[in-house]
């Protein structure tokens, strides 16, 4: 296999994120799960998947295609780390789905957890309080041959800073709900 099969596989183009990829593992393997899909295929294409999975987070942003690393990456692959890969996926699909979902390897695929959301909102508040609050030191300390603070600056970041925090909110709210689903269901 290339890292363009890898690729392939899980449904990417060809210099793809690692979020894009832990989102498209996370979506294929609901999809061919053995325990889910009852496809005769399905543990073959599961097992697939999870190879692809592995080798693109490990090798996709050190190698090109052009270059002798590559080649070396990839024969490294071929001898160690493909017969892991293709065993543990073997074992995961042997369980049920829902002790696969409850593996720290399914759970790293989640692109927004609760501290990456919490910290959004952080920076939300600073950048309020920050513009606020710069602007009235301004007012009261105005720097000689500068011009007086602009409203509409201020207005600005007032509105990028309720737009980060709206968006953190919106991703909290949905964060929260998916883990007590996840939870009522276990």
Same mark, same amino acid.
């Given at each position: 296999?290339?890292?363009?099969?890898?690729?392939?596989?899980?449904?990417?183009?060809?210099?793809?994120?690692?979020?894009?990829?832990?989102?498209?593992?996370?979506?294929?393997?609901?999809?061919?799960?053995?325990?889910?899909?009852?496809?005769?295929? !399905?543990?073959?294409?599961?097992?697939?998947?999870?190879?692809? &999975?592995?080798? #693109?987070?490990?090798?996709?942003?050190?190698?090109?295609?052009?270059?002798?690393?590559?080649?070396?990456?990839?024969?490294? /692959?071929?001898?160690?780390?493909? !017969?892991?890969?293709?065993?543990?996926?073997?074992?995961?699909?042997?369980?049920? &789905?829902?002790?696969?979902?409850?593996?720290?390897?399914?759970?790293?695929?989640?692109?927004?957890?609760?501290?990456?959301?919490?910290?959004?909102?952080?920076?939300?508040?600073?950048?309020?309080?920050?513009?606020?609050?710069?602007?009235? &030191?301004?007012?009261?300390?105005?720097?000689?041959?500068?011009?007086?603070?602009?409203? /509409?600056?201020?207005?600005?970041?007032?509105?990028?800073?309720?737009? #980060?925090?709206?968006?953190?909110?919106?991703?909290?709210?949905? &964060?929260?709900?998916?883990?007590?689903?996840?939870?009522?269901?276990?």
């Amino acid at each position: 296999m290339t890292i363009n099969d890898y690729f392939s596989i899980l449904g990417l183009e060809h210099g793809s994120s690692k979020d894009q990829i832990k989102k498209a593992y996370r979506k294929k393997a609901r999809e061919f799960h053995p325990d889910i899909n009852p496809s005769s295929s !399905a543990e073959d294409m599961f097992i697939l998947i999870t190879e692809a &999975y592995e080798f #693109l987070l490990t090798y996709s942003n050190r190698v090109s295609r052009e270059n002798e690393e590559y080649d070396r990456a990839m024969e490294d /692959w071929r001898k160690y780390r493909q !017969a892991r890969s293709q065993h543990r996926a073997k074992v995961y699909a042997q369980t049920s &789905y829902v002790r696969f979902k409850n593996t720290n390897f399914y759970k790293q695929t989640r692109i927004f957890d609760g501290t990456t959301i919490i910290f959004s909102m952080i920076v939300s508040v600073m950048v309020l309080l920050v513009s606020v609050l710069g602007y009235i &030191y301004r007012i009261h300390h105005p720097v000689p041959g500068l011009e007086s603070p602009s409203i /509409w600056m201020l207005v600005s970041f007032i509105l990028f800073g309720m737009l #980060l925090f709206i968006v953190s909110f919106i991703h909290l709210k949905a &964060y929260t709900e998916t883990s007590k689903k996840h939870r009522t269901r276990s």
